[in-house]
């Protein structure tokens, strides 16, 4: 099958009839279409957004994390907001409700879509609820939903409602409230109760189980959840490729798997670091701490072509809707790894280069056509949203799925 054939799914058809603001064709007039904003969600963890938008930290530092935001606006249209409780409302009652919004807007502003990660966690859950009963616990946790789903309508667009609940009764690292509640609930119960609050504050959120947990139990679950009514709108898949790139057997074989729900999948978290692998004996990636994990330019490479590689084969997948790298910068990334696009100084890696040619030029489109005498004019590309320009003037449009054949008529003031 070729490549075209491939993306099939990705594209739409529309025939457009361009008009006076008196109704008039126009008629053989030169148009050109731009894609501005791809359908697909290209993301990457931005919880730099929050430092920005809220201009808390030095000028100098303002300059540098405006420099990585502006590589990362460049190419991507898709964002993650850590919203963990022991970091938004380290002490009861005192959210950083105002700095998350001022973020999510910076973003919205900036046409990116937001994630927020997550709303239930047993690891960075607060600390606070140990002191609390199993029934304070949950009807604590049902308020957070509540208060947080509702400040940010509107403003994120797509919530973990809940996170690696495979492990969650079980984890015994250290003592957590969300452990005993989910040990009290079982994990059915559990996510249903998170995503029935969820759903009931905002009925427009896009929410998604999210795990990294892909073995047969991850199956189980998720089956388990959707015969007991959870509204689940999304499977989320995470991939720390930490000790090696996955391949494509065994991403296929995931996909294959996943697929049988007929859910979209979106996979939330990724890494693939451009330094030297963690060892394979090491079981719990946290275990995993060292002075220093240099980016090197051999291994620069190497990210580069595997990335590329699993970008084509989920971009590829009919029912993958998002691809969102966990950090953008090696800067401050998780465990340390050289995971990012950016090396510590701002520097593009080949893996940038790479994401940018893929998704603002392979998978674009930038064409020119020309009107019919009745001022008609058909496109085709991918999906999204798009600017087209004749005669000087400027208008948007949108290719969505399922417009195949339909006729739009625009006016041309």
């Not at 457009?16 to 969600?41: D, I, M, Y």
């Not at 790479?354 to 998704?359: C, Q, T």
């Not at 949203?385 to 003037?393: A, F």
């Not at 417009?403 to 003031?413: A, D, R």
Request: glycine fraction near 8%; aromatic fraction near 10%.
């Amino acid at each position: 099958m070729g490549q075209e054939n491939k993306l099939a799914h990705r594209k739409g058809v529309k025939t457009l009839k361009l008009v006076t603001a008196a109704g008039e064709p126009v008629a053989e007039q030169e148009v050109s279409f731009r894609l501005t904003n791809h359908q697909f969600l290209f993301g990457c963890g931005v919880f730099d957004a929050i430092e920005v938008a809220n201009r808390s930290v030095s000028e100098e530092r303002l300059a540098f994390l405006e420099e990585k935001l502006s590589l990362y606006l460049d190419v991507f249209n898709y964002g993650t907001l850590p919203f963990y409780w022991a970091r938004f409302e380290p002490e009861r009652g005192k959210p950083r409700t105002a700095e998350y919004k001022a973020a999510a807007e910076w973003l919205k502003a900036r046409n990116i879509k937001v994630k927020g990660h997550p709303l239930c966690w047993h690891t960075l859950t607060a600390p606070w609820l140990l002191e609390m009963s199993t029934e304070d616990i949950l009807q604590v946790q049902l308020d957070r939903i509540e208060r947080d789903v509702s400040d940010f309508r509107g403003l994120v667009h797509n919530w973990d409602v809940i996170n690696e609940v495979v492990i969650m009764p079980i984890f015994a690292k250290y003592d957590n409230g969300i452990t005993r509640l989910c040990q009290r609930l079982g994990r059915v119960r559990m996510i249903k109760e998170m995503f029935l609050k969820t759903r009931e504050c905002d009925p427009d959120a896009v929410l998604t189980l999210n795990d990294f947990n892909t073995s047969i139990n991850y199956e189980i679950l998720i089956d388990g959840c959707l015969n007991a009514g959870v509204p689940i709108d999304v499977i989320g898949i995470q991939s720390h490729q930490h000790q090696g790139y996955w391949g494509r057997e065994k991403l296929e074989e995931v996909l294959e798997r996943f697929s049988r729900f007929g859910l979209p999948l979106h996979f939330t978290e990724n890494t693939i670091t451009s330094g030297h692998l963690m060892p394979p004996d090491i079981v719990d990636l946290n275990d995993y701490q060292i002075d220093d994990w240099p980016s090197t330019p051999e291994h620069e490479e190497r990210q580069a072509r595997e990335l590329e590689e699993m970008y084509r084969i989920l971009f590829e997948h009919p029912l993958v809707e998002n691809i969102t790298m966990w950090k953008f910068g090696d800067e401050g990334a998780w465990l340390g790894a050289p995971a990012g696009f950016v090396r510590k100084d701002n520097s593009p890696k080949p893996s940038y280069e790479m994401v940018k040619r893929l998704i603002k030029e392979e998978w674009s489109t930038n064409v020119t056509a020309r009107t019919d005498a009745e001022g008609e004019v058909k496109v085709e590309g991918f999906l999204g949203e798009y600017e087209l320009v004749c005669k000087g003037t400027s208008l948007s449009f949108t290719l969505g799925k399922g417009e195949s054949g339909q006729l739009e008529q625009l006016v041309l003031p």
